[in-house]
């Protein structure tokens, strides 16, 4: 069965950084696109990065909101797929979920990973 | 930015209503709408997927149609299981969006 599992979330203070991970199974992940879509508490969903597959060069794309902070890599002899954050503001404050194009576009979906930004 | 307006923000319905709920883009997005149901607590789930395709696993009483701007997914005979908040999707254009949301409730 196809699986993602994030971890590596935590508290932090505003303008530290934080790496989170995503460990993916049940599919072939060299060949699937990667996302990140946060949630902040009681809000509505907003996509973070992307990253493509090596024949796209691993291309990647960012929301205007996290573009020169946050960097999105994968290592697919891993099947593991990273977010860094840098100079994290109290508005990243979210679940973090990792999510891949399977079959579809962002078909599969981790547990998420919580994140606060705080003082 | 392509803004993806839902509506009705909540939906009050009860077991066995066929529901309508929609999605408005601010600029054509082709076919390229996908939506997806989140309970609370839990990830998001993938229910449609380029307007009118049924994801793996998804009862056929989930429906979606629409194109261009204009979106909208079905629920032919609510069960008790569907009670959560739907998001719609658009993946046509950077930077991707999601809509606010409509949050089915029981009636």
């Known amino acids: 069965a196809v699986q993602l599992v994030e971890s590596g979330g935590g508290l932090v203070q505003p303008k530290e950084s934080l790496k989170i991970s995503c460990a993916a199974s049940?599919?072939?992940?060299?060949?699937?696109?990667m996302y990140w879509v946060r949630q902040a508490p009681g809000k509505g969903l907003e996509w973070v990065a992307r990253?493509?597959?090596?024949?796209?060069?691993?291309?990647?794309y960012y929301a205007d909101s996290v573009k020169g902070r946050f960097t999105i890599s994968r290592d697919d002899s891993k099947s593991m797929v990273y977010l860094q954050m840098d100079n994290l503001k109290t508005e990243d404050t979210a679940m973090y979920y990792c999510?891949?194009?399977?079959?579809?576009?962002?078909?599969?979906w981790g547990q998420g990973a919580s994140v606060t930004v705080s003082s | 930015d392509i803004q993806m307006t839902q509506s009705p923000s909540v939906l009050s319905a009860s077991v066995g209503d066929r529901v309508t709920l929609n999605c408005k883009a601010s600029?054509?997005?082709?076919?390229?709408l996908n939506w997806y149901q989140q309970k609370l607590g839990e990830a998001p789930k993938l229910l449609i997927y380029n307007t009118n395709n049924l994801q793996t696993g998804i009862p056929s009483r989930f429906s979606g149609s629409g194109s261009g701007t204009d979106f909208t997914l079905t629920i032919s005979s609510l069960q008790p299981e569907d009670f959560a908040t739907y998001f719609c999707?658009?993946?046509?254009?950077?930077?991707?969006?999601f809509g606010s949301g409509t949050k089915l409730e029981i009636k």
């Open positions: 600029q054509n997005i082709n076919k390229y």
């Open positions: 049940g599919f072939t992940f060299s060949n699937a696109a």
């Open positions: 999707f658009q993946h046509n254009s950077w930077p991707l969006t």
């Open positions: 990253i493509r597959t090596k024949p796209n060069n691993y291309a990647t």
């Open positions: 999510t891949a194009a399977v079959f579809a576009l962002m078909d599969a």
